[in-house]
């Protein structure tokens, strides 16, 4: 499907749920199919076009099998991963230049994947993965509007020790540490899924919870450095936040 440049609209669409946690992401055909409001944009990074079909708003909400209530996942925070946050529009500018040769890279709670999808059009080794049920469709619905080739997805919690992932080279990740539990959750998620030399990378908004983040990933042997963005609106005093970036060598 062709989307003109920087063109928005909605539609309301049939959203086909992931069968079970650690599938791939294929849009499965299931009965009985939920209807929600959607938006189709284009998103100029760095200069390349990136198709996204998302959720029209923040109101959009459907359940009707509680796949979602029975991870945890209430009414109000449903739709939040159905929503290019300003955080992952930073960090796909950020994969856009960073260096993929030889790299296996994971998203963590990829949402809408904006990152992802930037390293698939370059070719790069990608997995993302999420917990919401409705993640791995839609990323296989904008995989297909950028014509790509499709992306591994893995739904899975970051307390899930059998999720099957491996180990990578470089973990990614944009506004995910909502709560404060979620420091060592995260961190107890990277240490599992990091090779000996292993480069992470998060962009934070300032949800005042990267600095026990950052703490914590120190004492698992990660060095710590952190930086504004430099590019575009970005880089003029809008975004609060910081991209963070950790590394830790054999």
Request: charged share 20%.
């Given at each position: 499907?062709a989307?003109?440049?920087?063109?928005?609209y909605?539609a309301?669409?049939?959203?086909?749920?992931l069968?079970?946690?650690?599938s791939?992401?294929y849009?499965?055909p299931?009965?009985?199919?939920?209807?929600?409001r959607?938006?189709?944009?284009?998103y100029?990074?760095?200069?390349?076009?990136?198709?996204?079909?998302?959720?029209?708003?923040?109101?959009?909400f459907?359940?009707?099998?509680?796949?979602?209530e029975?991870?945890?996942?209430?009414?109000a925070?449903?739709?939040?991963f159905?929503?290019?946050?300003?955080?992952?529009?930073?960090?796909?500018?950020e994969?856009?230049?960073?260096?993929i040769?030889?790299?296996?890279?994971?998203?963590v709670?990829?949402?809408?994947?904006?990152?992802?999808l930037?390293l698939?059009h370059?070719?790069?080794n990608?997995?993302a993965?999420?917990?919401?049920p409705e993640?791995?469709?839609?990323l296989?619905?904008?995989?297909?509007?950028?014509?790509?080739?499709?992306i591994?997805?893995?739904?899975?919690?970051?307390?899930?020790?059998?999720?099957?992932?491996?180990?990578?080279d470089?973990?990614?990740?944009?506004?995910?540490?909502y709560?404060?539990?979620?420091?060592?959750?995260l961190?107890?998620?990277?240490?599992?899924h990091?090779?000996?030399?292993?480069?992470?990378?998060?962009?934070?908004p300032?949800?005042?919870?990267?600095?026990?983040?950052?703490?914590?990933?120190?004492?698992?042997?990660?060095t710590?450095q952190?930086?504004k963005?430099?590019?575009?609106k970005?880089g003029?005093?809008?975004?609060k936040?910081e991209i963070?970036?950790y590394?830790?060598?054999?």
């Amino acid at each position: 499907m062709a989307i003109p440049r920087h063109c928005a609209y909605s539609a309301s669409i049939n959203v086909m749920h992931l069968a079970s946690p650690g599938s791939i992401a294929y849009p499965l055909p299931e009965s009985p199919m939920s209807t929600v409001r959607v938006r189709y944009h284009t998103y100029d990074i760095g200069g390349v076009d990136i198709h996204v079909r998302s959720l029209k708003d923040k109101q959009q909400f459907e359940d009707n099998d509680g796949v979602a209530e029975a991870l945890g996942i209430s009414s109000a925070q449903w739709p939040l991963f159905g929503v290019v946050w300003e955080s992952s529009e930073i960090l796909a500018h950020e994969m856009l230049t960073f260096d993929i040769e030889g790299k296996r890279i994971l998203e963590v709670g990829c949402g809408m994947a904006l990152a992802s999808l930037v390293l698939n059009h370059r070719k790069a080794n990608i997995t993302a993965t999420d917990i919401h049920p409705e993640a791995g469709n839609y990323l296989a619905e904008n995989v297909g509007l950028n014509n790509g080739k499709l992306i591994t997805f893995v739904r899975t919690s970051w307390v899930d020790t059998l999720d099957g992932l491996g180990k990578f080279d470089v973990i990614i990740g944009s506004d995910v540490l909502y709560e404060r539990e979620h420091v060592e959750l995260l961190a107890g998620f990277i240490k599992r899924h990091s090779k000996p030399n292993c480069e992470v990378i998060m962009v934070d908004p300032g949800r005042h919870h990267h600095a026990p983040f950052s703490k914590k990933m120190i004492s698992l042997g990660f060095t710590h450095q952190q930086h504004k963005p430099v590019y575009g609106k970005y880089g003029e005093e809008k975004f609060k936040g910081e991209i963070l970036n950790y590394r830790k060598s054999a």
